[in-house]
């Protein structure tokens, strides 16, 4: 296990399952720039890592991810639009890179998990989390969308669930989360990691080519294709750098920061 001073914590234990530990509880996690990097740098680790079977995304602290970094996404809508859209493409990239690991991924979701938080366990095959984890696509309060998650958020829930939640920002349940597809599990919190190690004993009964195949089978007969995906990344990144450079979106982040209602909130 890596120092904890590390902004990912990456640990590989006998056989051959990683864990990938979010390590900024101090700001609930929130996906920096910095830390999505590490992130990246970690997936390109353990991609390549021949001992790998499987991965674990988990995080240090009560909050398992706050989403994006606000301040950074604030100071990314005054930017060029060149440096927005760049900056905005970082989040795209490793919901890829996660999504398309030719390893079967598990999201360990012990605590709250908003915006971006959930593209992360979207772009997991398996998500499991605490009974007392609460989540929220909250962008449109921010005066934003959520964009770069939003085809993950989609193919998880569907787009029917997800017209409600992507509009309304409301908190769900982890009870809720289950039922509309987000989790496939949820369990007290002290069952969690027993939880996870039953899945993990599963995974790692199947043949390791074989897992990588069906996640490539399942990704064509959805009617995905490489081009399409890259172009949604793209669309997507330029959306959100758009959006968070326009007076709704520099209001409602600087309303956020300065923990005021913003100018469209009456009551």
């Known amino acids: 296990m890596s120092d904890d001073s590390q902004l990912v914590r990456v640990g590989l234990d006998d056989r051959g399952?990683?864990?990938?530990?979010?390590?900024?509880?101090?700001?609930?996690n929130a996906l920096s720039a910095a830390l999505i990097d590490s992130l990246l740098a970690a997936l390109a680790a353990v991609a390549a890592d021949e001992r790998t079977r499987l991965v674990v995304m988990a995080s240090e602290g009560a909050t398992f991810c706050a989403g994006a970094d606000i301040d950074e996404m604030r100071l990314a809508g005054k930017a060029a639009p060149a440096d927005n859209e760049r900056d905005a493409a970082r989040l795209a990239d490793l919901l890829a890179r996660l999504e398309g690991l030719p390893k079967p991924t598990i999201a360990r979701v012990q605590g709250n998990a908003f915006g971006g938080a959930l593209g992360l366990i979207a772009a997991c095959d398996i998500a499991v989390a605490a009974e007392t984890a609460v989540f929220a696509l909250t962008e449109v309060r921010l005066g934003i969308v959520p964009a770069m998650i939003s085809p993950y958020i989609v193919r998880a829930i569907g787009l029917r669930q997800a017209q409600r939640y992507c509009l309304t920002g409301e908190r769900i349940s982890a009870a809720t989360a289950e039922r509309i597809g987000l989790l496939h599990g949820v369990v007290a919190a002290e069952q969690l990691d027993l939880t996870i190690s039953g899945i993990t004993s599963n995974l790692l009964l199947g043949a390791p080519g074989a897992q990588a195949e069906a996640k490539l089978l399942l990704r064509r007969i959805a009617g995905r294709t490489d081009a399409a995906d890259a172009q949604l990344r793209a669309d997507?990144?330029?959306?959100?750098?758009?959006?968070?450079?326009?007076?709704?979106?520099?209001?409602?982040?600087?309303?956020?920061?300065?923990?005021?209602?913003?100018?469209?909130?009456?009551?």
């Open 17 to 28: 399952v990683a864990t990938l530990v979010m390590n900024r509880p101090e700001k609930h």
């Open 236 to 267: 997507t990144a330029r959306w959100i750098a758009r959006l968070r450079s326009a007076d709704e979106g520099r209001e409602g982040l600087a309303a956020f920061l300065d923990r005021r209602a913003p100018s469209w909130r009456k009551t």
